[in-house]
Structures are given as structure tokens and as C-alpha cells.
């Protein structure tokens, strides 16, 4: 518990390797899943619940597959389950998206000449193909093994150790990414350090036999591991490929401004699903338009709200600007082009305001960087003046 509450980042263990585990880790699969399954279920008349893909993450097509036709008492097989679904996922795979953080981290490493592999429970041919539709992949990783290429898939250890054999290193000097649980036990049953990045939110505390666990790729801190830091984070905030966002404010929770003295202007989440989903939840900052009274820096929380335990992932933007009234149902746009921080629970509603405030200053400094500021006539969000 020490370990987990000191501030201080201490050096957790040296490694020389990272071994990546592919889907939910550097690739958006489930993605894919959830498109396939609902369409598959729909097709004989069932509703594929996305919460049931905590049932399929990180293990084998025939687990995966097992698990569905029990979840749903199929009448089918497994076997006749994965033949008709298979070309189903064969045919979306140029469409997978690398997560937040993938290529950068690859790119790193890789320029870093750190030593890189990737274990996955996905068959060998699969890999290949998946990754062939992400420049410079498939050439940064000296070792990939897959399923079908050991006795035994995660949990198993063994996918792991052959790993380690074929790198001519010690399990101990590897560092394991992975986001499915069968992915963290076979690392550490491997003997090696493990961070976790869970790909379903809100699983953290199931983690507990990772070394560490992140909210996303963004947040891994290499030099925490003895590896080369990353060199891109620019006055506390990490320059991200901007995004755009927009709709009608529409009445929050209410707290922003009551409980917090922050205001914060809710967009509708309805038709942004699958955006939402590709972005972690987290501290972001960029411009918001607003259609009637122009163009503003802005801060803003995406995620659960761990200290109020939203059920729902929001996106509350506080437009740094005093504002002597309220805009309901105006139109708002955002461009997005940093991060500063994961989400976080707070010990107290002090402490949440106090970081709230501190993100606020962090956001206005880094805006004012003509790499940031460069972003406030953007057309998207200039169109709405
Ligand atoms: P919430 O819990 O979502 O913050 P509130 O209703 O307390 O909800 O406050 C949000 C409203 O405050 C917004 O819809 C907007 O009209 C208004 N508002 C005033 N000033 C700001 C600001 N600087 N940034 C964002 N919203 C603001
Ligand atoms: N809520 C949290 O529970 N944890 C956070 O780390 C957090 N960070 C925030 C950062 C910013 C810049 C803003 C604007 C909000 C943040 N919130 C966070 C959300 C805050 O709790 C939310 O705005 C209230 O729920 C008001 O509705
Ligand atoms: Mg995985």
C-alpha cells in the first residue's frame, strides 16, 4: 500500500524489454467486437449488451467465442459460432483504430532502439494481418508470437516465457503492457513487471496484481522503468493530434457552479458514442466557439467524475471566461489539442477544486504557446461565431 500512496516517483524496477500485448492494449478491438456482435445477435433477433465484452477481453477467438454461445445460450456451437463470425471480423479489421498513446509509444521505444515484442492470444496470421494497417509496426517488434504459437494462451505464463527465450533475456527484465486480466496474471506468473491499462473503465481495483495501473498509454511513464522518458510533454501538458467536438450546452448535473463554484457547460453525449470511447477519460484543454459571443480557452473533464460516480462518461468543458449569464441550448464547439492529467478520485471536495484550478493555469499557460494558440481559428469552431 506504501508503494501506491507515495507522490514521489520512484524507480520501480530496471527493465531492458517491453512485450505489448496487441488488442485493447495498442489496437481499439473492441470496437470491432461490439459492431460485429450486435450485428451478429441482431441478425437472430438478440441485443448484444456491451457490458458482456468484460466476458471476451483478452482471451482466445475460442474462449471468446464459448463464452458468447453460453452468454446467450446459443443454440449454435462454438465451433459454428466462430465460422460465421470469423470473416465477419476478417472484414473489419482494416477498420480498427490504434488507441491513444499506441504510436507514440512505439515510436519511442523504437527510436529509442529499446528492445520490443508483442504477445497476443490472437492467432499468429491474425497479428500480421491487423497490424499491417499501422505504418512501422510490424518492423519495430524483433519478436511477435501469437495463440496458436504456444501450448497454452494467457493466463498461461507461456506466451510470456517464450517470448523472453527468443529475446535471449531474463523474464525478470521484461516490462509486460496489457489490458485484459488474463493478460496481467500471465505476466506476472511470467516473473515479470506488468502495467496494466485497463481497456474497460472502472475495472481498476481488479488490477491488484499489476505493478502499476494507468488510465491509458498517455499516462505510462517509461523512466518509472529505467527506459528513456518521454521527451514530448510541453509545460505539463502533452500536445495531442486535435479533435473536434460540438452540439448544444444542455443542463449538467448542476454542481458545476452550485457545488464547485466551477461552471461547466455539458454537451449531449448522444450520437458521440464511439467518439467518446477512442479518448480516454481524462484532463483535456483546447478552444471552445461558443455561436453567439466567440472563442474562448477551455478546460475540461471528460470521463465518470470518480468523486460524484457519474454513471454515465460526460464531457464537461469550463470555458475560462466570466460569463455574467447562462447559455443553454447555444451551439458549442471544441478543438482538443492537449492532455494534462488522467482522471482522479479525491479525498476531499477541497482537494478536487484546488486541482481543478491548478489544471485551469496549466491550460491558459499552454494555450498561450503559438503551438496551442495557432488552434483558436480553427474553422470548425470559428464557424460558429
Ligand atoms: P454543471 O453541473 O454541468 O456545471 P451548471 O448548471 O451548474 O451545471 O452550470 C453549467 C452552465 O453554466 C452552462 O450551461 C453555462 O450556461 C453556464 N456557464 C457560465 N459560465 C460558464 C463558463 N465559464 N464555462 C462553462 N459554462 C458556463
Ligand atoms: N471530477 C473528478 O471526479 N475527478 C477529476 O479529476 C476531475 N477533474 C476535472 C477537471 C476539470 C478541468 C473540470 C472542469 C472538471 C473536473 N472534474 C473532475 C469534474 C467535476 O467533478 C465536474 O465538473 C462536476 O461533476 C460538476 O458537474
Ligand atoms: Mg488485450
Known sequence: MIKKMSTAQPLKKIVSCVILDLDGTLLNTDGIVNDVLRVYLGKYGMQWDGREVQKIVGKTPLEAASAV???YGLSCTTSELLSEITPMFSNQWCNIKALPGANRLIKHLSGHRVSMAMASNSPRENIETKISFHQGWKESFSVIIGGDEARLGKPSPEIFLEVAKRLNVDPSSCLVIEDSLPGVTAGKAAGMEVVAVPSIPKQSHLYTSADEVINSLLDLQPEKWGLPPFQDWIKDTLPLEPWHIGGPVVKGFGRGSKVLGIPTANLSTEGYGSLLSEHPSGVYFGWAGLSKRGVFKMVMSVGWNPYFNNTEKTIEPWLLHDFDEDFYGEELRLIIVGYIRPEANFS????????????????????DLPLFSKYKDDPYIKSST
Open 348 to 367: 476531499s471536495l477541497q482537494s478536487l477544486i484546488e486541482k481543478i484550478h491548478h489544471d485551469r493555469k496549466v491550460a491558459e499557460e499552454a494555450l
Open 69 to 71: 454461445v453460453e452468454a
